[in-house]
């Protein structure tokens, strides 16, 4: 492993966006692509960004690494194992592309909450846990493939098999912005990231 | 009247004591109940029983009290040891020596056991107390996945309907809940927010609170060595037949109730802002949106909250 301070960064790219109608990932925003978008804000504090995707034909245009899912079932889990095995990374943040707004101010506080005994650390919202935003050791593989050996593919059992470091919105928000954890599936959703993006960058 | 049979299945499983805190399997509580429903004078005995019994915990609870003082008498830390004596003791002695150590201690002046137990309501006294946590627009904070919640919001507040005379009574038995120490109840302005928490372990939370007046943090330690302090039950509803568990805490900082927890080992739902009334049966918790009623004495009846009259 490289370099245990500094994460590496890897970006999950699944899902049907059924609602969205389209890859959501390569809808416009701005002058990017939301995908860039994602690699752009993520480059500012990790090491390296890696794209977790089974469709790498559709992302020539990156340079960045494309690894397919290790296994066939659609579910966050098998994202997130893909991407930890095939990191260089000690330390590794999560990210799901249907949160266009993310900041990546938030991975220091991240990494500060990892240490000997704990090797996740997730926030929290007021819907629950967003596992796609989180920073994760790579040493959990071993427990995300026992997982899959016994066919349980729910991401949130396995902050009951390893100590996870829960984070509430709140802190985060006070670190980033408020609209930090903006969920996007819809073109309703998709519409409102962008009008959301062009004020929180007049703001900034 | 229960025959000899039965009167020796409640003595060696320790059925009542277990009852009384939620521990009886789903087929010593079907057993149990039915002894319950076809004998009144044992239902008698039985909620007379059970006070005493509460009333040997409420002992163990005001020790907790003298700890919880000097916990948080020390300024280095927040480390709350929750005891294990309460349950040590019902777990060493007879029930009959349990019996006979509680009347003694009951006859021999124990007015606020007494005022406790036979004089007040069955909420606790710092149920009525609200939380001065700086609450976010939604105030509980329940998982995603909501076919495999446990607690389910009640909007429309409306009655659950009671099955049976005898869980009517049972619901009239009294509170097991802890109580925080008088100096704990003091007004006090200050408020606290979760900042972050992990349960590195079964019975043990950590958590970074921040003083959102004085804008600091403090890593806060919870240890509930005995969960059985806090009522804790078995269930097997919400999401493994093995070890499903509920659990329900509330975070006690300096004189305030931080926030109440309820972890069913799969989620830990969180209520902000709320009050907490608890009782030997049920945990009521009222949130600015909402009312919950927890149910904590029948496996059957851990689905989900209940809705509140």
């Not at chain 1, 997130?80 to 943040?93: P, Q, V």
Request: charged share 25%; with cysteine; hydrophobic share 40%.
């Amino acid at each position: 492993m490289k370099n245990i301070k500094k994460p590496g960064g890897i970006i999950l790219l699944g899902g049907k966006s059924k609602r969205m109608g389209t890859d959501k990932y390569l809808l416009p925003f701005f002058n990017l692509t939301l995908v860039e978008r994602l690699i752009a804000e993520l480059e500012k504090t990790v090491q390296e960004v890696i794209l977790i995707t089974n469709e790498p034909q559709k992302l020539n245009f990156l340079p960045h690494k494309k690894y397919p899912d290790h296994y066939a079932i659609p579910c966050a889990l098998t994202g997130l194992h893909a991407g930890l095995k095939n990191s260089n990374y000690e330390l590794n943040f999560v990210l799901a592309c249907d949160l266009p707004l993310f900041d990546s101010r938030m991975i220091p506080y991240f990494v500060e909450q990892i240490n000997e005994s704990v090797s996740i650390a997730v926030p929290k919202t007021a819907k629950g846990f967003e596992p796609l935003c989180g920073l994760y050791s790579r040493n959990n593989l071993v427990e995300i493939e026992k997982m899959f050996v016994e066919e349980n593919y729910a991401i949130h059992d396995l902050f009951d098999r390893i100590p996870a470091k829960v984070i509430m919105a709140e802190k985060i928000e006070a670190i980033t912005h408020p609209y930090v954890f903006f969920n996007m599936n819809t073109p309703a959703e998709y519409e409102e990231a962008q009008k959301l993006y062009a004020a929180l960058n007049k703001k900034s | 009247m229960l025959t000899v049979e039965e009167r020796k299945w409640i003595e060696e499983n320790d059925i009542l004591d277990r009852y009384v805190f939620g521990r009886l399997t789903e087929e010593e509580a079907a057993r149990f109940q039915f002894l319950l429903d076809r004998d009144p004078s044992f239902l008698e005995e039985m909620e007379f029983n059970t006070a005493i019994i509460a009333a040997i915990r409420q002992k163990g609870r005001l020790d907790m009290k003298q700890r919880l003082q000097e916990a948080l008498k020390d300024e280095s830390g927040m480390e709350l040891h929750v005891s294990q004596h309460t349950s040590e003791t019902r777990r060493t002695l007879p029930l009959i020596l349990k019996i006979a150590a509680a009347l003694i201690a009951l006859v021999g002046g124990s007015v606020i056991t007494y005022q406790l137990f036979f004089n007040k309501p069955v909420e606790v006294p710092l149920a009525e107390k609200e939380i001065n946590v700086k609450s976010t627009p939604e105030q509980t904070d329940t998982p995603k996945e909501e076919k495999k919640q446990p607690i389910v919001p009640d909007q429309s507040k409306k009655v659950a309907a009671k099955k049976s005379t005898s869980k009517q009574k049972s619901e009239e038995k009294p509170m097991i809940a802890a109580t925080p120490p008088e100096n704990l109840m003091q007004k006090h302005n200050q408020k606290f927010r979760v900042e972050s928490y992990m349960m590195p372990k079964p019975n043990e939370v950590k958590a970074t609170l921040v003083n959102t007046d004085l804008k600091t943090e403090q890593e806060t330690i919870i240890l509930f060595k005995n969960p059985t302090d806090l009522v804790a039950v078995n269930i097997k509803e919400t999401h493994s037949e093995d070890n499903g568990k509920l659990l329900w805490f509330f975070v006690l900082y300096d004189n305030q109730i931080l926030n109440v927890y309820v972890d069913n080992s799969k989620y830990l739902a969180l209520f902000k802002n709320a009050k907490l009334t608890a009782s030997a049966s049920s945990l009521h918790i009222e949130t600015k949106d909402a009312s919950y009623v927890v149910d904590l004495k029948s496996a059957d009846k851990f689905r989900k909250a209940v809705i509140k009259p």
